[in-house]
Nanobody
């Protein structure tokens, strides 16, 4: 059974930074792409960032491009999301997910394992 455990969320002022981590267990980590998604209150879950199994390829939502960086350490079975220049509209529960494919993908349907989520709140 695959388990994904996020950490690093919290309350930060606008313009601040946070680093989310997602520790994975239960499958060969480096084989599969990983992604970060978020869901704000009253809104649908949306794609944030994805990284290929090898870590070579990444992709970002336009709303976070240039501010967020996804990375992974396959030796530690961990994926990260570095978030800079945070805005109040970044407030959401952030979920990491493990894909069924090795290539980076923005499609939520390609992710079959999800973490429990970590709350990020950005105050203005």
């Amino acid at each position: 059974q695959v388990q994904l455990v996020e950490s690093g969320g919290g309350l930060v002022q606008a313009g601040g930074s946070l680093r989310l981590s997602c520790a994975a267990s239960g499958r060969t980590f480096g084989t599969y792409a990983m992604g970060w998604f978020r869901q704000a209150p009253g809104k649908e879950r949306e794609f944030v960032a994805t990284i290929s199994g090898s870590g070579v390829s990444t992709s970002y939502a336009d709303s976070v491009k240039g501010r967020f960086t996804i990375s992974r350490d396959n030796a530690k079975n961990t994926v990260y999301l570095e978030m800079n220049s945070l805005k109040p509209e970044d407030t959401a529960v952030y979920y990491c997910a493990s894909a069924t494919v090795p290539f980076s993908t923005v499609q939520a349907r390609r992710y079959n394992y999800w973490g429990q989520g970590t709350q990020v709140t950005v105050s203005s």
